[in-house]
């Protein structure tokens, strides 16, 4: 199929304000002389010559690099230089080179995408013949036309289509692609204190010496562990889904850390957790259910149009349709008949456009047993019934409503009868059956919760023959009723529900809504995690509820399942209080779910009740939005995000799901099947909604434990380097003197203690995986923030406070009136350095010892490696030829050699480690023994069963739903009733904008 | 391993299956458990003990005695004299007298001792030039900028060795005198060289380059002796000229400078070769007269003369063994602590139930 359509490529970007345009359409000249803009393309940052300035100058933009470069400045005055210029301006270099490699990595990435974009090729009607021209080159006012599955990268309008119902199918993709997230590092800058000759100037030294409390490599390390986190979550097999071969992607490197502190997670409901698909599973026909039993497929071979992907396990139905029951017969003929499937018939083969997935897989099954639907006119609809084909005369189509809850059609069949179709939701098909059905009624009603109990979407099927004259006087009133001006739709209901009554029931349909594979399994172990789910999807309620309850989020055993579905502002917010009052007078001792739906979720009233929303959805375990537009979730996402300080995360597949992910914090797109758009606009992407758990509650958890320990362990090593020169400044007359060698500071953080701190905070693991799962509890310390909150924060402070009283005062009161075993000096400056420096770092070494969980060979190697090199780089950096080759960079010549050789050092070293490290051993003995949290009782348990490794996580069994029944089976917007059935749309092609430009309902429905 | 296998087949994305992508690398998972963590604190209890022990032993028979000759003696009149800058040239001398109570066996070692004089300050730490003192040519006559102000005199002559330390240099001279029993004097005899560490005097520090026709004095010159040195560094040592210029023993000893403000430096060794010495410092009495010249009420300091002796662990230092005893106290405290908690809180293991 082709449609015609024209560009009036209203450039997207910088839209000024609103001003009249003038344009021809295909008058390229006229349009020209506007100098609209152009159709091109751009989403990259630089080209070639800007790239290098213009970057430089964002980097410096950065408040860390200023200041780094303000350090830089400050460190070039001689008279304030308490270091030399080089402690900062090798790692500068190294962070602004790695920042502007990345850079132009990405603007490459960038410039590739946008020539794809602006080459792809489209026709554009010039001179009055068809050209291929490229998108980029499309100007304001051209005619295109666009084939099926083609991108479209301009606004256009459409003028006409090649579809016999003028119909267009449209997903709406943002073309944007990626979305960065900017992360703010706070600094906080401790003043020195000075007392000495030139404050000003003093102040300025310790301004530099005191710099190592934000260090340059604390945001190179904290990249390189977030890249490695990331890899980590690239490299994982158990989120690789095979049947698609994708593996699990980390789209952005920043967010690792965030997956450790989900508390609200938005998700998307068709094609995330279920997969879009439609089986037609049971069926009851006149009291008969089929479909249970065998696990042999149905063989559909003697029907030459049956859908080979349909599958069927029930060989009775078969025989039973074979053979000629007028009841199956006229069950699947009403399944054929009673819709509004749009057939396209390609190939030899035939294709269904649905405008929902339900109503598909009826026409499907019909089709497969016999009753193939095959085209389609405003007046006729032609069947291949047994092979015979049957062309039957629609003479009206009373469409889905929310409220009728049904459909009929009334058919002449070739043989002149006038029958009535109808299938609805058993309820409202019950109340209208004719008495004599109400025996199969009773049968069918147990039939139908059996089906419920199994999760399915259960129709009631039920027909009508119709005496002619009846129907004739009927159909004044109908049309009368159709062209009234006033309260068309109400008295249109009216006549339908004079015809529709005394129904003959048929039996009833069951479709199964596919869940993704592992999806309540996933919610139950998200949910033990604390973390409150929330639905939002463009559904109807009940399908909506229905999918909530089959995938565990909704529960039995909730205390109470709220609806809240309201059409006007008052009456929510009434019901909403009325709601809130309830669960603030229990105090949210029991499980809560919540359903809202979206009808009253426009804007206006979120603004006015979005308190009251958040109040009591806070309080609900899990919260099911319906009919909610992408802008709604949206709107959603944002509300929560603002009210709560909670991170919030959104998982979605579609492009209706984009605005959704863009706003959480976190963005996760559902890959494979769809179109790329979700993925696009994501931070992470995999295959599969169960990965999701693994995500969070192994990678997030881990990443989120890593970089706090790292944080931690960081500040607290830095703290206590710095806290060190505090304290000399008591014996130096706060003359900014350093206690340690300047080497040893530039050195300190970018060689010494770089690596293993690195490995701690890329390899560490509390518990293994399978412990995080079997113990979904261990998440909820990321939740609340605990390990580096503000508190942590002064544990550290006071710590790193402890630690340099220690590192200082005991290495002064041994050396400072002590001298070596040949009476020579022991106390002077550079001996104390070597000796202040070196109890450091052993001090420091050993708490990240402490700090250690997962002692893998890497780790072990980094840290014996990295002591072995500070005592190697040490000699060598005080050894003669040092000294003599650049003697006045290494002045601390011999300082080495004759301080460690004496034995009064070691000691000194031995008493500050052991007085640095056992207080935090005993502190940590003592909280384990008496408030161990739930991190320590996994770990106890862990020791406990170390021969015996954990158990599987248990099958889910599939909860058995007893009182719950949907009899959903209709699409959610209005159907195409009119348009079926009006000839209008030849004629007037634009008429129905909703399904030519939809915003989320039918684009899932299209997607099928 | 790492690369992407080529090829499109269909699991040709599947990532390796290594331990270390999978994040499953063997590991040790050491924890603070009782039976770990209990033991440690009565080992290491033991440990510091034992130390403590032996260190308080060592250092109970290492001697250390001070004299502060600031105004003491007769030094009243010499202390006065060099708080005035304009008498500084004038030469003054003093005597001190003091008793050593025991005998100091052994080698004894003779120290200067300086109080609140802050040899760490920043700027006068860096103010020197290693480079000048390690005997290059070039730098004899090019002090550093960071010598500065005294890297040149009024009159633009460089300044050798340059810098406010070497400046600052301290110019007392001592001679302490054995007063026996018997009325007579004997001089204690000291070694004034071999004070100051190997590396320093080997490698540290140089003259510039000289031989059999060109003297240390023709090296130095064009360059001028420092503001307050009385006299040229290539004349510091009148009985031994291998120790002039800049590996003189006592300069390289004060440019070594001490970490804190109050320090000691080595002086000079008793030599125990004869007379009354050979068993070490004898008890008794003594003199001892000083050649004062270095001003330390400027900045309200004192000084002495400290006598010692050392061991292995050093001189005397009683802070570490009291350190280590007391160290050894609190850990045994909290050893018996934590096994009180262990015991009642945590050997059944409720605590760990959920």
Known sequence: ?1008 | MGKKQAGTGPLSRRPDNSAFKQQRLPAWSPSLTAQTVLPTFYILSLVCLFLGIWLFITVENTYELKVDYTNAGTCERCFDLRKHVIASKTACTCTVSFQVPKLFQGDVFFYYGLRNFHQNLRRYMDSRDDAQMVGRKNNLKAPSSYCAPFDFDANKVPIAPCGAVANSVFNDSLTVVYNPADGSEIQVPLYRKGIAWYTDKNVKFRNPPTNDTFTLQQAFEGTTRPLYWQRPVYELDDTNSNNNGFINDDLIVWMREAAFPNFKKLYGVLNRAQGPFTEGLPPGNYTLSINYNFPVEPFRGRKELVISMVTWFGGQNYFLPIAYLVTSGLILVAAVVLTMVYVKVGKNGKNMEE
């Open chain 1, 1 to 1008: 199929m082709g449609s015609l359509l024209s560009a009036c490529g209203i450039n997207v970007k910088k839209k000024k304000v609103e001003e009249e345009r003038h344009l021809r359409a295909n008058d390229r000249e006229f349009n020209l002389s506007f100098k609209y803009a152009n159709n091109a393309i751009k989403t990259s940052k630089y080209n070639v010559f800007t790239f290098l300035p213009l970057n430089l100058f964002e980097q410096f933009q950065r408040l860390a690099n200023a200041y780094f470069v303000f350090l830089l400045i400050l460190q070039l005055i001689p008279q304030i230089s308490s270091l030399s210029w080089f402690t900062t301006v090798v790692p500068l270099l190294l962070v602004l080179s790695i920042t502007l490699a990345k850079d132009l990595s990405d603007d490459i990435t960038r410039h590739k995408n946008d020539n794809h974009v602006n080459n792809r090729k489209v026709e554009v009607l010039i001179n009055g013949e068809l050209k291929s021209e490229k998108w980029m080159n499309v100007q304001v006012g051209d005619i295109v036309k666009l084939e099926n599955n083609e991108f479209v990268t301009a606004d256009l309008l459409l003028l006409s289509s090649s579809e016999p119902l003028n119909l267009i199918y449209i997903e709406t993709a943002e073309l944007d692609g990626l979305v960065s997230k900017p992360v703010n590092v706070n600094m906080n800058l401790a003043d020195g204190a000075n007392a000495s000759l030139s404050a000003f100037l003093t102040f300025w030294s310790y301004v530099i010496i005191l710099n190592t409390v934000v260090p340059i490599s604390l945001y190179v390390s904290v990249e390189i562990l977030r890249l490695g986190n990331s890899y980590f979550i690239d490299w994982d097999r158990k989120m690789y889904h095979v049947k698609s071969d994708t593996p699990a992607q980390a789209r952005t490197t920043t967010l690792n850390e965030e997956l450790g502190q989900i508390k609200y997670i938005f998700s998307d409901k068709t094609g995330t957790l279920t997969q879009n698909i439609m089986t037609f599973n049971r069926c009851s026909i006149n009291g008969k259910s089929y479909g249970k039993s065998s696990k042999k497929k149905v063989d559909f071979s003697w029907n030459p149009l049956a859908d080979p992907k349909f599958c069927f396990h029930d060989h009775k139905l078969v025989e039973v349709v074979k053979s000629g029951s007028p009841e199956v017969q006229a069950f699947f003929r009403l399944l054929a008949l009673c819709h509004t499937v749009m057939p396209e018939e390609k190939t030899e083969e035939l294709f269904y456009q649905a405008q929902s997935p339900d109503e598909g897989a009826l026409v499907t099954a019909a089709r497969n047993f016999g009753f193939v639907f095959r085209s389609r006119t405003p007046e006729t609809i032609s069947l291949v019934e047994m092979g015979v084909p049957t062309t039957y005369e629609l003479l009206a189509v009373l469409d889905f409503n929310n409220v009728r809850k049904r459909m009929s059609v009334i058919v002449r069949s070739p043989e002149g009868k006038l029958t009535l179709f109808c299938k609805g939701a058993d309820t409202i098909i019950y109340e209208r059956l004719h008495p004599s059905s109400s025996k199969l009624m009773e049968v069918t009603t147990e039939h139908l919760n059996e089906y419920a109990g199994e999760g399915l979407r259960t129709l009631a099927l039920a027909y009508k023959d119709l005496d002619e004259d009846e129907f004739e006087k009927w159909k004044e009133r109908h049309h009368e009723a159709s062209t009234s001006l006033e309260d068309r739709e109400a008295k249109l209901d009216t006549i339908y529900e004079e015809i529709e009554k005394d129904l003959l029931l048929l039996g009833a349909s069951a479709v199964e809504d596919k869940l993704q594979d592992g999806v309540p399994q996933t919610i139950e172990q998200l949910a033990k995690a604390d973390i409150k789910i929330w639905v939002l999807t463009g559904d109807k309620q009940e399908t909506a509820e229905n999918i909530g309850y089959s995938c565990n989020m909704l529960r039995e055993e909730m205390k109470e399942i709220f609806i809240v579905a309201a059409n006007t502002a008052e009456e929510k917010s009434r019901l909403l209080g009325k709601k809130s009052q309830v669960v603030e007078d229990e105090k949210v001792d029991g499980e809560y779910g919540l359903v809202i739906n979206g009808h009253s979720l426009v804007r206006e009233i979120v603004l006015l009740i979005e308190n009251r929303i958040y109040l009591t959805a806070c309080m609900c375990q899990a919260v099911i939005c319906c009919r909610v537009t992408p802008l709604q979730k949206a709107q959603v996402v944002e509300l929560v995000k603002k009210h709560k300080k909670a991170v919030t995360l959104a998982i979605g597949d579609g492009a209706n799901d984009v605005s959704m992910i863009k706003t959480a914090h976190i963005g996760v797109g559902i890959s494979g099947q769809e179109g790329m758009q979700a993925v696009l606009s994501s931070d992470f992407s995999f295959a599969q909604f169960r990965y999701l758990q693994r995500l969070l509650l192994v990678h997030g958890r881990w990443s989120y434990l890593r970089m706090c320990k790292f944080l931690r362990y960081f500040f607290y090593k830095n703290f206590t380097f710095t806290f060190v020169h505090f304290w000399y400044g008591f014996f130096c007359g706060f003359s900014a003197q350093t206690v340690y060698d300047e080497w040893f500071i530039t050195l300190y953080n970018l060689v010494y203690t770089a690596l293993p701190v690195i490995g701690l905070s890329i390899f560490d693991q509390d518990v293994n995986d399978r412990w995080s799962f079997q113990y979904p509890q261990l998440y909820a310390p990321g939740q609340l923030n605990q390990y580096f909150s503000k508190m942590a924060f002064a544990r550290i402070l006071l710590h790193s406070c402890y630690s340099s009283l220690v590192l200082f005062f005991i290495p002064w009161a041994a050396m400072c009136d002590t001298v070596r075993d040949d009476g020579k000096d022991i106390a002077d400056y550079q001996s104390f350095a070597l000796l202040a420096q070196t109890c450091l770092l052993i001090a420091v070494s050993v708490q990240m010892g402490l700090d250690t969980y997962y002692w893998t060979a890497v780790n072990q190697f980094f840290l014996w490696g990295s002591l072995s090199v500070y005592f190697a780089v040490t000699f060598t950096m005080y050894s003669n030829g040092m000294y003599l080759i650049f003697t006045s960079s290494f002045p601390f010549i011999g300082t080495a050699r004759n301080s460690l050789n004496q034995p009064n050092v070691w000691l000194t070293i031995f008493l500050t480690t052991i007085l640095c490290i056992l207080p935090v051993v005993a502190k940590r003995f003592l909280f384990i023994q008496l408030k161990p949290t739930i991190n320590d009782k996994v770990r106890h348990k862990v020791r406990q069963a170390k021969a015996v490794p954990p158990p599987l996580p248990r099958k889910f069994p599939r909860r058995r739903i007893s009182t719950r029944r949907s009899g959903y089976a209709f699409s959610h917007a209005r159907g195409y009733g009119d348009l079926v059935t009006s000839g209008r749309f030849l004629r007037i092609p634009v008429k129905s904008r909703p399904a030519l430009f939809p915003h989320t309902d039918t684009c899932e429905s299209v997607r099928s």
